[in-house]
């Protein structure tokens, strides 16, 4: 007899109830309901560890203890299975090895909360047992008794630096960097300009005129008034003071621009532009504006209508937004870390020390608040740079949306510390690189897809100055003589342009000009 469809899709013999999801179960879910059954339908991940009984490594074990302790959501480790969730057993163990595990917390990592529990198993037709334990988040930075700390990205385990731990403890609120009372002398070693300027927009929008500007910074926590003495915290020498490197030097962004989608290492790395932005990160937004500006290079393209369009490669506000809040929530903690901001032929990324503010992350990031840097942010809102996080992200979000360009990412990583990654993308197939849509027009629709950003540079500067040689071409695109040369000649062959020869061979007045076009109103004037 044959079985319907219907009879075969029903899961008689499925480990999870229909209507359950346990990709999308907590730490805490997974620990209350796994069975044996589970156990080998669950991976590891970030939320699971297995481990054999056969040798416990309290070391090992105190590892664990801090790592799922520090880690949203907590985790969980069930002894006695292997990597795959295959049963194998706590048989081994003696009751003063077990009593050791469920007690050992309390001086391996005296602040971690495990809980316990056994599940009952079958190994090789005998009863046996596993242990699970369930070491819930605590929200405050938990270290061994060797003091290190560790935390969870995706299933690796990552020993925190110091630098990591100091970050660490002040997103959780234990300490606050920007509080700390900075070795400056106010108002000497600061830009009055700035300060001026802060405290008049914050007596308009608080209703505050009577103020004066030491007040107004001691209740926007920007100075610490002890006895008759007035100090400036860090939040006070980030927003304004003359030289903030002289104790922040992580406090500078360096902008780069590459000719291709890797950097290269060793003798293959050479960046076009690379420059480094210093100040107070007042000074650091408005110079880094006015370079970013200048390297996010025009492209024309067709729009919807068959219309010619030429824009930036990425629209200022997605790119602005994402500076401001890398300069505004970025961990000033990792002293020796700056802000870098990387063009690639196609995409640019805007890189910021340190990770997410829980509850903030990838998926979270445009629904979810949380600040690292509070009193400094709201310093900088009062100047108009920042507007509520949410608000910013979207805000790059819908920019890029209205330029046709793919949705940003918003990455964390590992990367000589943790780092957040903005990537905005571009789109290389139907954009190129342009200075003026003239030239677009001129060449044609096909012949302009074709050509590469160094044949679009030199074809640009012919339409503009009516010709073009070798030296010039060399000068423009940065590449030798010879290729110059060459990408000269290529450009003939392509009927772009035309060699107009000298009186006599290498006659310096030999030049090239541009193939004339079928209509007259597009030639260069």
């Not at 917390?105 to 369930?134: M, W």
Request: charged share 25%; glycine share 6%; hydrophobic share 35%.
């Amino acid at each position: 007899m044959t079985r319907s469809p219907i009879q075969l899709d029903l899961p008689f013999d499925s480990v999870f109830a229909q209507n359950e999801n346990p990709a999308l179960w907590s730490p805490r879910e997974i620990w209350v309901k796994l069975n044996q059954r589970m156990m080998a339908s669950f991976g590891e991940d970030r939320r699971l560890d297995y481990k054999s009984a056969r040798r416990v490594s309290f070391d090992e074990y105190a590892t664990y203890l801090s790592m799922f302790s520090n880690t949203p959501e907590g985790g969980v480790i069930v002894y006695g299975a292997d990597s795959h969730g295959r049963a194998t057993g706590c048989a081994e163990l003696s009751q003063s090895q077990i009593n050791e595990l469920e007690r050992s917390h309390a001086n391996l990592c005296p602040l971690a909360k495990p809980e316990f529990k056994r599940i009952p198993i079958i190994v090789s037709g005998t009863q046996d047992f596993a242990i699970a334990i369930y070491i819930p988040y605590i929200g405050r930075l938990v270290e061994t008794n060797k003091g290190d700390a560790y935390t969870r990205y995706g299933d690796s385990k990552h020993k925190m630096s110091d630098e990591e731990k100091r970050d660490y403890r002040s997103t959780r609120q234990e300490l606050s960097f920007e509080l700390d009372i900075a070795a400056y002398k106010f108002p000497d070693d600061f830009d009055l300009r700035i300060v001026q300027d802060f405290c008049d927009a914050f007596r308009t929008k608080e209703g505050q005129p009577s103020w004066k500007n030491e007040e107004v910074l001691i209740d926007r926590y920007l100075l610490a008034k002890q006895g008759e003495n007035l100090h400036p915290t860090n939040a006070l020498v980030l927003l304004a003071a003359k030289d903030p490197r002289r104790t922040i030097p992580g406090c500078r962004v360096r902008i780069q621009r590459f000719g291709s989608d890797l950097e290269g290492v060793g003798s293959d790395y050479n960046p076009l532009r690379d420059k480094f932005i210093e100040g107070n990160v007042v000074r650091i937004v408005e110079s880094s504006t006015e370079l970013i500006r200048e390297l996010n290079y025009d492209v024309t393209w067709l729009n919807p209508d068959g219309k010619f369009v030429t824009t930036p490669e990425y629209p200022q506000w997605a790119w602005f937004e994402a500076l401001v809040n890398a300069c505004v929530h970025r961990s000033y903690s990792f002293s020796g870390s700056e802000i870098t901001v990387k063009f690639f032929p196609s995409r640019l990324e805007i890189e910021s020390p340190g990770g997410f503010v829980p509850p903030v992350n990838e998926t979270t990031i445009y629904h979810t608040r949380a600040a690292r840097n509070h009193h400094f942010m709201d310093a900088m809102r009062v100047l108009g740079y920042v507007r509520m996080a949410r608000e910013g992200t979207r805000r790059i979000r819908e920019s890029m949306k209205e330029y046709g360009l793919p949705e940003p990412k918003f990455q964390q990583e590992v990367v000589h510390g943790v780092v957040v990654r903005v990537v905005l993308e571009n789109d290389q197939k139907s954009r190129k690189r342009a200075t003026d849509a003239d030239v677009a027009a001129h060449f044609g629709v096909q012949t302009w897809r074709r050509l590469q950003d160094h044949e679009i540079q030199i074809a640009a500067y012919t339409f503009r100055n009516g010709q073009i040689q070798v030296s010039e071409a060399q000068k423009l695109t940065g590449r030798t003589w010879a290729t110059s040369k060459k990408d000269l000649e290529r450009l003939v062959r392509s009927g772009i342009l035309e060699f107009v020869p000298g009186a006599y061979i290498r006659d310096s007045k030999a030049h090239y000009v541009l193939k004339k076009s079928a209509d007259p109103a597009l030639q260069p004037k």
